[in-house]
């Protein structure tokens, strides 16, 4: 396996949108980066609360378990993560990887440093999609995540042969997820 590099990267993998490594001034950073791509979290969160008292179970996943919260709705650039709470949000970017590569997806240590974890989940070959992103706030404190900025980062992986059954051979049940996307057993 060999890791991408930033050219390859706009060569080889379709993200739309695309956004070149530029300075944002006060702006969580995104777009292509040397051996990767920092994508950007959308407004939509889905924020765990235990307010109905539901047991968290991936084979019969409650919508009482959590509460929604657009930001751009609220005409806010920022969501609030309770103490020791736990969200599910989307990435702005859609993604569609090729056959023969793999992305790891790992969290941004602008949000690391603040506690902030972002769940490190695999992008399989000819997976397509929005990702739904898993965000912890480890801290005893509330942590604000801004919309449309950088949250994690995308290493791209290529095979050294092309693999034999891919995400799309399999039917896999979270191909072509348009949004944030709750857990599902099938």
């Given at each position: 396996m060999g890791i991408l590099c930033d050219?390859?990267?706009?060569?080889?993998?379709?993200?739309?949108p695309f956004e070149p490594n530029v300075k944002r001034?006060?702006?969580?950073?995104?777009?292509?980066?040397?051996?990767?791509?920092?994508?950007?979290v959308g407004s939509m969160f889905k924020i765990f609360t235990n307010i109905n008292t539901q047991i968290i179970d991936p084979k019969q996943f409650s919508d009482r378990s959590f509460v929604a919260v657009d930001a751009a709705a609220e005409g806010k650039d920022h969501v609030v993560i309770p103490p020791n709470s736990f969200a599910l949000c989307e990435t702005v970017e859609t993604l569609s990887m090729p056959r023969g590569f793999l992305a790891i997806c790992v969290g941004k240590s602008t949000y690391a440093r603040c506690g902030i974890v972002v769940n490190v989940t695999p992008i399989e070959p000819e997976w397509r999609g929005k990702i739904t992103?898993?965000?912890?706030?480890?801290?005893?404190?509330?942590?604000?995540?801004?919309?449309?900025?950088?949250?994690?980062?995308?290493?791209?992986?290529?095979?050294?042969?092309?693999?034999?059954?891919s995400y799309a051979d399999k039917?896999?049940?979270?191909?072509?997820?348009?949004g944030l996307t709750l857990p599902r057993v099938d």
């Open positions: 050219t390859q990267i706009r060569e080889l993998i379709d993200i739309q001034p006060g702006k969580i950073s995104y777009g292509v980066s040397s051996y990767g791509y920092d994508v950007r992103l898993e965000i912890s706030n480890t801290t005893p404190l509330p942590a604000k995540v801004y919309a449309n900025e950088g949250i994690a980062q995308l290493i791209f992986l290529k095979g050294e042969q092309v693999c034999s059954i039917a896999g049940k979270y191909q072509d997820q348009v």
